[in-house]
């Protein structure tokens, strides 16, 4: 089946400091991979995504590469803000035939940035 | 734009009573998912709708939960009766049917839903 492991949480860094989220996947096929993130109240807000190996996704100062010879999808950031605090899901979409939607989410990592 | 609307924001009720929850989705997005997240389980797909039709429920948890979607612009999803186990944050989220399955889903901030 499909699956997202990610890194547990929860982080706390200070601010401007270097940020990875450590995300590895299981799926058939080639998988479109996503970071979507959550603020406090708030409903999850898509941050970046990438559909084939390779690709690189980026917003915000946040990046993450699809590699599929390590099925890794790590989200980093180079200096973080406080702005920065939420929860981080990682999350794929098995791409396959016919038109299935559902994403596979991870478990989430909550991020706190310090001042 | 207007995103995912959904009501109500908070629920408290008592265990045995009927619930109903509301989203309307993003106009012209013709998918609709339920999802439903909680610190022990994480987030849970329950189901979801495309053109109105649901399309997969397996992870409707059991018979005491059905959701609908009459038309294009509404759904609801009703726990008849409620338990205090189904205390939880309830998401809806749509996307676009173009474009393939990479479209992104956007979501409402959710209903938190406690069962007394």
């Known amino acids: 089946g499909n699956s997202v492991t990610q890194m547990e949480g929860p982080v706390t860094l200070s601010e401007e400091a270097f940020l990875t989220i450590n995300c590895t996947y299981t799926?058939?096929?080639?998988?479109?991979l996503f970071w979507y993130v959550q603020y406090p109240g708030e409903g999850l807000q898509l941050l970046l995504k990438a559909t084939k190996a390779d690709d690189k996704g980026s917003n915000k100062g946040f990046e993450a590469t699809y590699r599929k010879e390590t099925t890794s999808f790590h989200l980093e950031k180079g200096s973080v803000q406080v702005s920065d605090s939420a929860v981080y899901f990682c999350?794929?979409?098995?791409?396959?035939?016919?038109?299935?939607?559902?994403?596979?989410f991870g478990s989430g990592t909550q991020l706190t940035v310090l001042p | 734009d207007a995103g995912v609307i959904q009501s109500p924001r908070h629920e408290v009720t008592e265990m045995g009573q009927e619930v109903t929850l509301r989203c309307k989705p993003i106009?012209?997005?013709?998918?609709l998912f339920w999802y439903r997240q909680t610190m022990m389980r994480g987030l849970e797909l329950l189901i979801y709708?495309?053109?109105?039709?649901?399309?997969?429920d397996s992870g409707m948890p059991e018979d005491r939960f059905s959701a609908k979607m009459p038309n294009a612009s509404f759904s609801t999803l009703k726990i008849q009766p409620s338990e205090p186990r189904d205390s939880a944050v309830y998401f809806c989220?749509?996307?676009?049917?173009?474009?393939?399955?990479?479209?992104?889903?956007?979501f409402g901030d959710g209903t938190r839903l406690s069962i007394l």
């Open positions: 106009s012209g997005h013709d998918y």
């Open positions: 999350a794929l979409i098995p791409i396959s035939s016919g038109s299935a939607r559902q994403l596979t």
């Open positions: 989220a749509s996307s676009r049917g173009t474009g393939g399955p990479n479209q992104p889903q956007h």
């Open positions: 799926a058939t096929g080639y998988p479109s």
């Open positions: 709708f495309n053109n109105n039709v649901p399309i997969d």
